[in-house]
């Protein structure tokens, strides 16, 4: 079964663009892709688990890659899209996964007026459970620092969170203000 989509997510994919596409990175079972195909959108789900991803198969307007984004082999460029992966996108969803090396690639990858919406777990979460390793933990404003530079932010929050479970996580929405060349 397929959990439902985050509230984060559903709140800010109204600024997406309609009917565009949208890259679900690190994306699990599909929660987010499937929510995002079932409103028009056409979705690149990416994940290096193919086991979770089996059940977005045949899922009219997704996608579906298997990659570890981790060895450095994503992105790659791909001729889908003439050969590169940068301005591509009119959205892109990231939930509980934080991979820092790729941060800054996320804002490339998005077109003009394109919507990064991240949200995943910062310090403090040790307290609740996993991830508890401070790798795979924001700092506090972490996202907020990286991504100012680069991308218009649209909302912003951070701290403990109730729902679906405890949980202290940081969450973004950002737009793309640049201008194609």
């Known amino acids: 079964m397929i959990g439902a989509p985050s509230k984060w997510v559903v709140e800010h994919a109204t600024l997406i663009r309609r009917g565009g596409r949208i890259l679900d990175l690190a994306c699990g079972s599909g929660r987010h892709a499937v929510w995002l195909a079932g409103q028009g959108y ?24 298997i990659s570890d984004i981790e060895t450095g082999n994503w992105p790659a460029a791909d001729p889908r899209y003439g050969g590169v992966y940068n301005g591509i996108y009119d959205g892109i969803v990231v ?35 996993r991830p508890s390793n401070p790798d795979y933990l924001l700092q506090p404003d972490e996202l907020k620092l990286v991504y100012t530079p680069l991308l218009k932010i649209y909302a912003f929050e951070q701290g403990k969170v109730d729902d679906p479970v405890p949980a202290v996580t940081q969450r973004i929405c950002a737009i793309n203000s640049h201008s194609a060349a």
């Open 95 to 129: 939930s509980r996964y934080l991979f820092r090396p790729l941060l800054s690639t996320l804002a490339a990858m998005l077109k003009p007026d394109g919507v990064l919406i991240y949200e995943t777990f910062m310090l403090g979460n040790e307290d609740y459970g």
């Open 42 to 65: 056409r979705v690149d789900a990416v994940d290096r688990d193919a086991e979770a991803l089996a059940g977005m198969q045949g899922i009219q307007n997704v996608d579906v890659s």
